[in-house]
C-alpha cells in the first residue's frame, strides 16, 4: 500500500483499536518532510475534496535545527494548541479558561497538562460530538535541541497511556535517533514507516 495512503487510512480510523501515534522514520532525505508537507496539505484542503474530511488536521509543528523557534520543544505544544483552538471552538473556549490559570507557556514539563491535555478534556465536556479525530503532524523531531524531541515523544506517549486526548491523533517523522527508535520499539506495526 502507498505510504501516503497508508496515512490517510490510520489519520481517518476513528476506532479506540487504531493507534493515537503513527512514527515516519528515515535517514536524512528519504522524504519525511515532503510525506508529512504532503499530509498536512491534504488534510488542510479536505474541504475542498470532501465534507467527511473536513477539520481532519488540528495542528501542524515543522521542527528545523535552522530557526530558533523551530528547534525548541517549548515552542511545539503552544503552537498546537494555537492552531487546534483555531479548528475547534469548544477548545478554544477551555483553553482560554486554562491560560488565565497557569504560567506554563514556557515551561515544557507544564504545557501538556495546561495548555493541551486539561483544556482538550474539558473541551470533550462541552460538546462531545464535535470530537472527533484530529490530526497532528510534527516533523522532524530529532532536529529539536537538547533531546528535546525524545522527551516531548515521551511525554506524548505517556499521556496517551493514561487514556488522555482520545480524538487526537499524532503523526510524528524523525531520523531513527536512538532515544526516539527506542520509544517507537513498542509501536505495533501498523503504527511505523521505516522510509
Known sequence: MDILERIYQWALNPSSDSPHVFWLTGQAGSAKSTIAYTVTDYFDDAEEVSSDLKYILGANFFCSRQFRET???????????YQLAR??????????????KSDSVDVPAK????????PWQESAGESPRELRPYLIVVDALDEIEDSGGSAFLEELLK?????????????????????????????????????
Open 87 to 100: 479548528r475547534s471552538g469548544s477548545y478554544a473556549r477551555a483553553l482560554l479558561d486554562w491560560a488565565d
Open 111 to 118: 504545557q501538556m497538562k495546561d495548555l493541551l491535555v486539561g
Open 71 to 81: 528547534r525548541r520543544r517549548k515552542y511545539i505544544i503552544p503552537t498546537i494548541a
Open 159 to 195: 499521556t496517551f497511556s493514561q487514556g488522555h486526548l482520545r480524538g487526537l491523533k499524532f503523526l510524528v517523522t524523525s531520523r531513527p535517533d536512538p532515544d526516539l527508535a527506542a520509544l517507537c520499539s513498542s509501536f505495533n506495526a501498523n503504527a511505523v514507516c521505516l522510509l
